[in-house]
């Protein structure tokens, strides 16, 4: 299932939004986060998180996988950026 056109045009993202773009759960995004790992975000607002789309994707490029997970987060990843 892709994503909506818009949600793929997006530059900016928030947590439950990457766990529609990427095999991550918002929860796990959510739990980087708090541990200080995952890729760079920005808090909008003092409460709304938000990351960048492209960041991300250069993120989840760098990161250490099984060859079947890193493939699977680049397949999807590109998924978003192509129609």
Do not use: C, F
């Not at 790992?37 to 789309?53: A, C, D, F, L, S």
């Not at 492209?54 to 099984?66: L, S």
């Amino acid at each position: 299932m892709q994503p909506p056109g818009e949600l793929r045009e997006r530059e900016y993202v928030d947590d439950r939004d990457l766990a529609q773009l990427t095999p991550i759960s918002r929860i796990q995004w959510r739990r980087w986060r708090s541990e200080g790992e995952g890729p760079p975000y920005r808090v909008i607002n003092g409460h709304r998180v938000v990351y960048h789309w492209p960041t991300v994707r250069a993120w989840i490029d760098e990161q250490p996988a099984t060859r079947r997970e890193a493939d699977a987060l680049k397949a999807k990843a590109q998924a978003t950026t192509t129609t």
